[in-house]
């Protein structure tokens, strides 16, 4: 049984570029969550994916969109990166009735 | 609104037991969660309540859920210096499983 996978582990981007981080589910997962971890501080979440439809979003501006596949893997997009988007950004998958289990985050800089 | 709050920092020496608390605010949550966070890490699962249970007990550890004050605390028993790490308390609800809520975490540093 693999776990959950996260593409790429750490990146830099400068202020106003745009950036796609990648997350692979845990087989037999359907739902892929996306969290932002600002140091110091406890997750956030951004959005779910069930089954290729948003299914729930956090407080984040529409710069922050995602997508998932058939095969459950799933994409979050960020546009027009701010410094305040410098986080570790996770990814969680899950079936109903069963805990979350993440990934290893991607941590982002912007700069 | 819905809020997690945890004590931020802990301290015990190794082989004592450590007791984590939490406290939370939604009244409809189902699914109570513990976390682990390793410097520079993801977040691993360590266990899990439903929130008709009192306790859930797996190996080392002790989850107590008191749904009336809305308290949940984890114990370690026998803490280790490889236990130390950030522990996150989070909140979810069957009927809305779209997000779970997070406390702020509290690091727990084991001394030999």
């Known amino acids: 049984e693999t776990g959950v996978t996260q593409s790429p582990t750490h990146l830099i981007k400068t202020r106003g570029q745009q950036v796609t981080l990648r997350c692979s589910s845990q087989s037999g997962h359907n739902t892929v969550s996306w969290y932002q971890q600002a140091l110091g501080q406890g997750p956030q979440f951004i959005f779910q994916?069930?089954?290729?439809?948003?299914?729930g979003r956090g407080n984040f501006p529409p710069r922050f969109s995602g997508l998932q596949f058939p095969n459950y893997s799933s994409e979050l997009n960020v546009n027009a990166l701010e410094l305040d988007d410098s986080a570790l950004y996770l990814c969680?998958?899950?079936?109903?009735?069963?805990?979350?289990?993440f990934g290893s985050g991607t941590r982002l800089t912007v700069v | 609104g819905e809020d997690v709050e945890q004590s931020l920092f802990l301290s015990v020496r190794e082989g004592d037991s450590s007791v984590i608390n939490c406290t939370y605010t939604?009244?409809?949550?189902?699914?109570l969660y513990w976390y682990k966070q390793e410097p520079g890490a993801g977040l691993q699962l360590l266990t899990y309540?439903?929130?008709n249970m009192d306790m859930k007990q797996d190996q080392r550890l002790t989850v107590l859920l008191n749904k009336k004050d809305k308290h949940l605390s984890l114990r370690i028993a026998d803490t280790q210096t490889g236990d130390s790490a950030i522990y996150f308390c989070a909140e979810g609800n069957a009927g809305n499983n779209r997000k779970l809520i997070w406390g702020l975490g509290t690091s727990l540093a084991v001394n030999p």
């Open positions: 994916y069930y089954r290729e439809e948003e299914n």
């Open positions: 939604d009244s409809s949550s189902t699914y």
């Open positions: 969680a998958s899950s079936s109903p009735g069963y805990g979350y289990t």
């Open positions: 309540i439903f929130s």
